[in-house]
């Protein structure tokens, strides 16, 4: 299947895919690589929309087939009720995923809200205020007031943290994607990434490739 | 010695990592720490006093160097404020992580669909039943209750805007959608869309994952196979 989806990417004169199937592939390539990635994608706002409404008309296709209790209907109830139960799986993992990156870094991601959906930004934003709230009255506000802010970047130590952008990734290549260069522990060298290989490599160096496309994370 | 309470917090927040359930809030601890703090900030105010000649200066390195005090003069003055400096700051990245360490752990709670009436249920029956004082409602802080409530609150806004996902279901990857449970607790009747089962005790059901997820959650109900 892997295979399939390398050639499909890698000619542009393959037969055209019917929508859904691309968007099942594009939401499974997400998710794994929101899984894998240290750090938070962009929101595939389009993707979950389109999603979500397949997923809503699916929901109502079954109550249809329930309702009229046709027993020779019931295998095919069970084929849609699985598959509506992985599509399900796929967006709450994925939300689920992207919640915990943002909880993780809340001061980090609050800088770039381009990275959020207008969901997300809210739920960050109401979560740091609960957060600063809970801080403050539990023992921030009897500190001498210099001592106060929670996103101080003086005094040394930053208290903003960042995902590691260097953490390994195992990554296959869809495209070839040139040559990129890699940081030894003393000299640079590079790697050429050829149509399906398999890397692991420092995230700060596929980044711009994900995010083309050209290269996934498995 | 400076910042040995707060290295208790530390200790505290890495065990309440690995552990099931929430300790009781170091209060005492919490407060001797913030006190530290203080005094700490008191003492270095005091060191500046006689440098402070017209504008007011906090206790910040920068705002030092732009004053009227000259480290190279007073190199012992110098010291001892570098290391309240130091002190104070860690103490709040100790506090920090120890709060931080626990709403996580009232986080995972709330996304796990427990919310503070069962905890303050689960409470009550434990004291009820052994005498068990350090039941896990007493174990919060009044503000960390607070945080609950609003947590909660908040988490279910946010999933209310998924209408038809529900977020704080399984983790699992779906196997099938009919699964073999076994009931640990009378549930009463729950319906279906293949019509109403009355869970008792003991007795086992095959059933559609959707439905019993919940009660799955809430320990009515054992997944079997």
Known sequence: MDDD???????????????????????????????????????????????MERVGKQISTIEDMTGTMDPQANFTLVILQTELERFKF?????????????????????????????????????????????????????????????????????????????????????????????????QVSEAELKRGDVWVMRWSTVREAVRRGDVELI | MYAEQANKLVLDAKRIQKLPHLPPYAATTVRAVTKEVRDLDREVSS????????????????????????????????????????????????????????????????????????????????????????AMASSLSAEEEQYMHQYSDLLAAYKGQWTDIDLTGSLEPPKDIFIDVRVLKDAGEIQTEYGSITLTKNSQFYVRQADVERLIQQGYLQKLG
């Open chain 2, 47 to 134: 060191l500046l006093a006689p440098y402070n000649t017209g504008s007011t200066q906090g206790s910040d390195g920068t705002q030092i160097k732009s004053g009227g005090f000259n480290p190279a003069d007073d190199p012992a003055t110098a010291c001892a404020l570098l290391v309240n400096h130091l002190s104070m700051r860690r103490n709040k990245r100790c506090l920090l992580a120890y709060h931080r360490v626990r709403t996580d752990k009232l986080e995972e709670l709330c996304w796990s669909g427990i919310d503070i009436a069962d905890l303050q249920a689960a409470g009550s029956t434990s004291t009820s039943r052994n005498g068990n004082q350090n």
């Open chain 1, 90 to 186: 796929l967006v709450r993992s994925l939300v689920r995923a992207r919640i915990a990156k943002i909880d993780a870094y809340p001061h980090h991601y609050l800088t770039l809200p381009a990275l959020l959906s207008p969901l997300e930004r809210q739920y960050l934003a109401s979560h740091q205020a609960l957060l600063s709230s809970h801080y403050s009255t539990s023992f921030l506000s009897t500190f001498p007031t210099n001592l106060q802010k929670l996103d101080d970047t003086a005094g040394g130590i930053s208290m903003v943290d960042k995902p590691d952008e260097d953490a390994a990734v195992f990554c296959r290549v869809l495209r070839d994607a040139g040559v990129v260069e890699i940081q030894g522990p003393s």
């Open chain 1, 5 to 51: 989806i390398a050639d499909i990417l890698a000619s542009v004169s393959a037969p055209p895919l019917p929508q859904r199937t691309l968007d099942l592939q594009a939401l499974t390539r997400a998710w794994v690589t929101e899984r894998t990635a240290p750090e938070l994608l962009p929101y595939p706002t389009e993707l979950v929309e389109r999603v």
